[in-house]
């Protein structure tokens, strides 16, 4: 069974950091195609960033703020985003996703997304 395990919200005062961690289950984690999303408040789910399988390429979206980075440990099956200086704009449910590479149209997961809130 994939699981995909996201860890590391909750509640962040505003310009501090962010690191989530989305450890991979039940998949070859080396031939999927790893992307975080967010899902701000009364927004639909957008992607911020996906991370290749072999070359560990990374792509941002040009609509999410700028200030993010993805990267992948392939040892422990975990992909990370992280972030400094969070504002109120950054509060939103953060997934993991992962895509087979091995097809055009490969099997896809998400996690069940973990909530970050930017406040005082």
């Known amino acids: 069974q994939v699981q995909l395990v996201e860890s590391g919200g909750g509640l962040v005062q505003p310009g501090g950091s962010l690191r989530l961690s989305c450890a991979a289950f039940?998949?070859?984690?080396?031939?999927?195609?790893m992307s975080w999303y967010l899902q701000a408040p009364g927004k639909e789910r957008e992607l911020v960033a996906t991370?290749?399988?072999?070359?560990?390429?990374?792509k941002y979206a040009d609509s999410v703020k700028d200030g993010f980075t993805i990267f992948r440990d392939d040892v422990v099956f975990t992909v990370y985003l992280q972030k400094s200086y969070l504002n109120s704009q950054d509060t939103a449910v953060y997934f993991c996703?992962?895509?087979?590479?091995?097809?055009?149209?490969?099997?896809?997961?998400w996690g069940q997304g973990t909530q970050v809130t930017v406040s005082p």
């Open positions: 039940g998949l070859a984690f080396t031939d999927y195609r």
């Open positions: 996703h992962a895509q087979d590479s091995r097809a055009i149209s490969g099997a896809e997961y």
């Open positions: 991370i290749d399988d072999f070359t560990h390429r990374t």
